[in-house]
């Protein structure tokens, strides 16, 4: 029997946090409690470790697995990797089982390439979503699995909205992302000497290797010597489906946690941003709003959030930190695990957890 190194989200649950790492582990929980996560798999932290055994190469049987695994996501899915007629996009996150800072970025909207960027502009009837998907793919690519770094992008996208007279990324039409995708593009063919990776399955590959390079970089080295984490743990590799923030003023994203991690006060905390992605809300390019705004702006999701922390709280009996997508008014949840606080905070929670009856 060949060794497992590939888990669907079905196949895992809590306990499996040492295989699939924190994220992956709480992952898996939530799609056993019926919540709204994006389908997807989870590569274990045995294979980041098989990858240095194998000399930072991905072996062939642990290749066969993770090509075996994109199928199956296919089928729970119903959309294929760089189809012309419903192409299936993911994101890929590190997830190690000790939360660790320094680790991989993750890389949005994988699976882009020019022939599926039309087609989801076109079956969308909206373009400027679909080339801000790929605008944003190709700085996240080029910059976390290829290192050329953000600034050279940045610069360009200073540059067209100083030409335009606008001040906000927002303001950029189809036409304009357009534009930048290639000369993005252009820019990494002058950094790396290659043109940038059309084919989905290679792109995959990359950012796979990308997130266990991660576990060995000089950050993360650091902070496991800082805090006693053996080297040998590895990092587990989430590939999940997308979920889109950016479709316009019916989607967004945000963080949240179930208790206010200053006070400890029993109350929602955090902040959400109207058309946007995942690093827009901690990359304070744009200001979000308080997540006790989602009452006014959406308020059938924001009685549905409620609730899943209600979930949540009760099933982990911690306060719990939590991200989210909202795409076109329906809500996904991406991941939770159990909130950092103060101290001032943490007895506050401890004693109301007692007397709530959560914990002895």
């Known amino acids: 029997m060949a060794k497992k190194y590939v888990y669907l989200f079905t196949e895992g649950n809590a306990s499996m946090r040492e295989l699939l790492g924190g994220k992956g582990a709480n992952l898996a929980e939530m799609t056993n409690l019926g919540l709204p996560v994006p389908q997807g798999?989870?590569?274990?932290?045995?294979?980041?470790?098989?990858?240095?055994?194998?000399?930072?190469?991905?072996?062939?049987e642990i290749q066969a697995q993770i090509l075996e695994y994109i199928e199956k996501m296919e089928k729970v899915t119903g959309k294929k990797?760089?189809?012309?007629?419903?192409?299936?996009?993911?994101?890929?996150?590190?997830?190690?089982?000790?939360?660790?800072?320094?680790?991989?970025?993750?890389?949005?909207?994988?699976?882009?390439?020019?022939?599926?960027?039309?087609?989801?502009?076109k079956k969308s009837g909206n373009p400027r979503w679909a080339w801000d998907c790929y605008r944003r793919f190709i700085q996240m690519y080029s910059d976390v699995v290829m290192e050329v770094g953000k600034k050279y992008f940045e610069q360009l996208i200073d540059a067209m909205k100083e030409r335009k007279g606008i001040t906000l990324d927002v303001d950029l039409t189809a036409e304009d992302l357009a534009e930048l995708a290639s000369q993005f593009k252009a820019e990494y063919k002058a950094k790396i000497g290659a043109d940038f990776p059309d084919d989905p399955k290679e792109q995959l590959f990359g950012a796979i290797k990308a997130v266990f390079r991660s576990w060995d970089n000089p950050r993360a080295n650091y902070y496991r010597m800082q805090n006693d984490i053996p080297y040998s743990w590895g990092t587990a590799v989430n590939v999940q489906m997308m979920a889109f923030g950016n479709l316009g003023e019916t989607s967004g994203t945000g963080v949240a946690f179930t208790r206010d991690p200053a006070t400890g006060e029993k109350k929602l905390m955090g902040e959400f941003l109207m058309n946007a992605q995942g690093e827009d809300v901690v990359a304070g390019v744009r200001t979000p709003m308080p997540i006790a705004k989602m009452q006014e702006v959406m308020p059938e999701v924001y009685e549905q959030f409620q609730q899943i922390c209600k979930t949540l709280e009760n099933h982990y009996r911690d306060m719990q930190d939590m991200e989210f997508t909202i795409e076109d008014k329906k809500l996904y949840m991406l991941q939770t695990r159990n909130g950092k606080r103060t101290a001032r905070a943490a007895i506050k929670i401890a004693c109301d957890l007692v007397d709530e009856g959560m914990i002895t």
């Open 41 to 60: 798999f989870t590569i274990s932290t045995e294979a980041c470790t098989q990858y240095y055994e194998d000399n930072r190469q991905i072996n062939p």
């Open 81 to 121: 990797f760089g189809d012309e007629e419903n192409p299936l996009l993911v994101s890929v996150r590190s997830g190690a089982r000790a939360s660790m800072p320094g680790m991989m970025d993750t890389i949005l909207n994988l699976g882009l390439n020019e022939k599926v960027v039309n087609v989801m502009a």
